[in-house]
């Protein structure tokens, strides 16, 4: 059975479509108005092999803060809408992800109760035009509305860029670990609740 969705949301300040196919092949298309939002996109999508179809209308007139933040928005409400009751599957994700200096770690539970522990200290303020304090309201959305416990951390690094590649990369790889199939599972949840 497909784990997909498709999810709009629409405000005064934002039209954002998403559309999410957890068991795909890392494929992915943007229209955003936001590119370097858009290449950290791309890293859930191709490291988390899940297809992504985003376009967004935003006021990027005022700043990038809405377009960020509701985006994380309707992408965690179709996560949730996609991996549905959540029955046989491993639950729990982790990644370690590398690129050169930069070194980060991510860690998921889809709980059913959202919480995130963001520590990422980046070492400059913005990365070409795009605000990095903007990445944390991106999460936090995401976790909000995907019902989710995610710890985003940054070990390690230098470059502002390589700090950011390598934390959503890792939120993909985790991503994709913790929505595979666990076999022994069978058709259960994994919870001593009976339900997350």
């Known amino acids: 059975m497909a784990r997909?969705?498709?999810?709009?949301?629409?405000?005064?300040?934002?039209?954002?479509?998403?559309?999410?196919?957890?068991?795909?092949?890392g494929r992915s298309n943007f229209e955003t108005g936001v590119p370097f939002l858009e290449h950290m996109l791309d890293q859930i999508a191709r490291h988390g092999l899940v297809d992504l179809d985003i376009v967004a209308h935003g006021d990027l007139h005022i700043d990038a803060h809405h377009t960020v933040e509701d985006l994380g928005i309707t992408l965690?409400?179709?996560?949730?809408?996609?991996?549905?009751?959540?029955?046989?599957?491993?639950?729990?994700?982790?990644?370690?992800?590398?690129?050169?200096?930069?070194?980060?770690?991510?860690?998921?539970?889809?709980?059913?109760?959202?919480?995130?522990?963001?520590?990422?200290?980046?070492?400059?303020?913005?990365?070409?035009?795009f605000d990095v304090d903007l990445f944390h309201e991106f999460f936090q959305g995401f976790v909000n509305h995907a019902g989710v416990t995610l710890h985003i951390d940054n070990l390690r690094g230098v470059n502002a860029h390589h700090q950011a590649e390598t934390m959503f990369k890792a939120f993909g790889r985790a991503l994709r670990m913790a929505v595979e199939p666990d076999p022994r599972l069978g058709n259960t949840i994994p919870s001593t609740k009976g339900s997350l």
């Not at 999810?7 to 559309?19: D, G, K, M, S």
């Not at 549905?84 to 709980?111: M, T």
């Open 76 to 129: 965690g409400q179709a996560f949730a809408a996609a991996v549905g009751d959540k029955k046989g599957i491993r639950r729990y994700g982790h990644a370690y992800v590398p690129l050169d200096e930069a070194l980060s770690r991510v860690v998921i539970d889809l709980s059913g109760r959202p919480g995130l522990v963001y520590e990422v200290p980046f070492t400059r303020s913005m990365i070409g035009g």
């Open 4 to 25: 997909s969705a498709s999810i709009e949301r629409n405000t005064l300040e934002t039209q954002i479509r998403v559309t999410l196919e957890l068991d795909g092949s």
